[in-house]
């Protein structure tokens, strides 16, 4: 398996609810991140896990709240969000060790729209 | 801080060569990654360079002068498939896992 796998794909919820975005892979991977894109920009780093815990946070609104259960799962909790928070989440892995221990592999992503 | 720059756009024809520069100021550098991102896509890996020189891959090369904060991707016998943005990402230095992505080059590959 050789694939990061994000749930949902799409997903529209409106400023006062509560969703979660989530992403697993089963690479062995024992680091995971979230970014965030914009239409025609790049990813922005949002959170970084290493071996399930975390190792960056830059500057998040705490409206966003990264979970890790395990080495495989990474969830992003969603709650009270505003509209310019509608993006694409992009969720990444990499070894974390060994050669190529940086290279990330992404998921599909997430495409959020907050009314 | 870091700082990543590449141009914005670039064409070019079926069959030929391109070059995309990518220029960057780090107070610490633990490498340089290439990914290619097709509209509505995720990023794909395609090359990477921690030493200075050139990396060959397949139609794909990637070159880096760290005294020069300089890289480029060299792309050859450029195929319809290939119009994509190119994006290059910077590891910092004491930061573990943290990827700067630079603004992406949008290459547009015309028959």
């Known amino acids: 398996d050789t694939e990061v796998t994000q749930t949902p794909k799409h997903l529209v919820m409106g400023m006062t609810n509560k969703k979660s975005l989530k992403c697993e892979q089963h690479?062995?991977?024992?680091?995971m991140y979230w970014y965030k894109q914009k239409a025609k920009k790049p990813p922005e780093l949002m959170f970084v896990y290493s071996y399930e815990k975390l190792s960056i946070n830059e500057s998040v609104p705490s409206r966003f709240s990264p979970e890790c259960p395990n080495s495989s799962l990474l969830n992003l909790h969603l709650h009270a969000l505003q509209p310019e928070d509608s993006a694409l989440y992009l969720c990444?892995?990499?070894?974390?060790?060994?050669?190529?221990?940086?290279?990330?592999?992404f998921g599909a992503g997430s495409r959020l729209t907050v009314l | 801080g870091q700082n990543i720059d590449q141009p914005t756009e670039m064409t070019a024809t079926e069959g030929a060569i391109v070059q995309i520069n990518c220029t960057y100021q780090?107070?610490?550098?633990?490498?340089l990654f290439w990914y290619q991102q097709h509209a509505g896509e995720a990023p794909t890996f395609l090359s990477y360079?921690?030493?200075?020189g050139l990396e060959e891959k397949g139609r794909f090369s990637s070159f880096l002068s760290r005294s020069k904060g300089y890289s480029y991707l060299l792309l050859k016998e450029l195929q319809m498939k290939d119009s994509a943005s190119y994006l290059c990402?910077?590891?910092?230095?004491?930061?573990?896992?943290?990827?700067?992505f630079g603004p992406g080059t949008r290459l547009s590959v015309l028959p």
């Open positions: 990444a892995s990499s070894p974390g060790q060994g050669n190529g221990a940086n290279v990330l592999t």
């Open positions: 780090t107070s610490g550098f633990n490498g």
């Open positions: 990402a910077v590891i910092h230095r004491g930061y573990g896992q943290n990827f700067v």
């Open positions: 690479m062995g991977h024992r680091a």
């Open positions: 360079n921690v030493l200075d």
